[in-house]
């Protein structure tokens, strides 16, 4: 499985060896969003979920700390989210994530589009109890590079999003809030008219109280040409 290692603002280190990862999905605050959202998906040929918010199980090697991305085709791409780990002991970090995700395979099935591509976590995190008391103010912020040119791509608040703590309940209740699991948090809106299908993502997780920003950025990669 996955190890991943964590830096905390204190400068000490939290390896946590990943054995599952459960992608949330259709996750805004505003469950009246959402339907309109799952409306305009399904216009677009995507199948909506039987219940929102979703959460969708992926294989634990998907969560990675990782500056490069390889992909099949060119219809990929990433979503600026908040994942939650839960460290040894049970001690929850809150870090920045970005779903890379295969769009021609989520007309097909949102699941199998989650599986078709890693969740890069980045290598700071914040304890959660030590943000908690302010969750809505973080803010969420991508940018996608085409060609050397970076251009924003989303800009919110976790305000938008079903908080930590609601996916903290959930955990419990389904008696998974165990050391080594990690919840991606689900998204906010892309920018209109802004090209998805990058070169590059990058995501900072922000708290405006500081000025403390968690941040990753990777390269996307095309694979070579099948032979055979």
Same mark, same amino acid.
Request: with cysteine.
């Given at each position: 499985?996955?190890?991943?290692?964590?830096?905390?603002?204190?400068?000490?280190?939290?390896?946590?060896?990943?054995?599952?990862?459960?992608?949330?999905?259709?996750?805004?605050?505003?469950?009246?969003?959402?339907?309109?959202?799952?409306?305009?998906?399904?216009?677009?040929?995507?199948?909506?979920?039987?219940?929102?918010?979703?959460?969708?199980?992926?294989?634990?090697?998907?969560?990675?700390?990782?500056?490069?991305?390889?992909?099949?085709?060119?219809?990929?791409?990433?979503?600026?989210?908040? %994942?939650? #780990?839960?460290?040894?002991?049970? @001690? &929850?970090? !809150?870090? +920045?994530?970005?779903? $890379?995700?295969?769009?021609?395979? =989520?007309?097909?099935?949102?699941?199998?589009?989650?599986?078709?591509?890693?969740?890069?976590?980045?290598?700071?995190?914040?304890?959660? %109890?030590? #943000?908690?008391?302010?969750?809505? @103010? &973080?803010? !969420?912020? +991508?940018?996608?590079? $085409?060609?050397?040119?970076?251009? =924003?791509?989303?800009?919110?608040?976790?305000?938008?999003?079903?908080?930590?703590?609601?996916?903290?309940?959930?955990?419990?209740?389904?008696?998974?809030?165990?050391?080594?699991?990690?919840?991606?948090?689900?998204?906010?809106?892309?920018?209109?008219?802004?090209?998805?299908?990058?070169?590059?993502?990058?995501?900072?997780?922000?708290?405006?109280?500081?000025?403390?920003?968690?941040?990753?950025?990777?390269?996307?990669?095309?694979?070579?040409?099948?032979?055979?």
């Amino acid at each position: 499985m996955a190890v991943l290692t964590f830096e905390l603002p204190d400068g000490s280190t939290r390896e946590v060896d990943v054995v599952q990862v459960l992608n949330a999905g259709y996750a805004g605050r505003s469950q009246d969003d959402v339907a309109a959202h799952v409306a305009e998906l399904a216009e677009l040929g995507v199948p909506g979920p039987s219940v929102t918010p979703a959460l969708y199980p992926v294989s634990p090697y998907l969560a990675q700390q990782t500056e490069r991305v390889a992909v099949q085709h060119g219809r990929t791409s990433g979503e600026a989210e908040w %994942a939650l #780990v839960v460290a040894e002991g049970g @001690e &929850l970090l !809150l870090t +920045a994530a970005c779903d $890379h995700t295969d769009r021609d395979l =989520e007309v097909h099935g949102v699941a199998w589009s989650k599986n078709a591509g890693p969740d890069v976590l980045a290598r700071r995190a914040w304890r959660l %109890a030590d #943000v908690e008391s302010r969750i809505d @103010e &973080l803010t !969420l912020r +991508a940018w996608v590079s $085409h060609g050397g040119t970076e251009t =924003e791509i989303q800009a919110g608040t976790l305000a938008e999003l079903l908080a930590p703590a609601y996916w903290v309940d959930v955990l419990r209740s389904r008696g998974e809030l165990t050391p080594g699991t990690v919840l991606i948090s689900g998204t906010i809106p892309m920018a209109a008219g802004v090209d998805q299908f990058a070169d590059g993502w990058r995501v900072e997780l922000g708290d405006p109280t500081d000025g403390d920003v968690i941040s990753l950025a990777y390269d996307v990669r095309p694979m070579p040409e099948p032979i055979g």
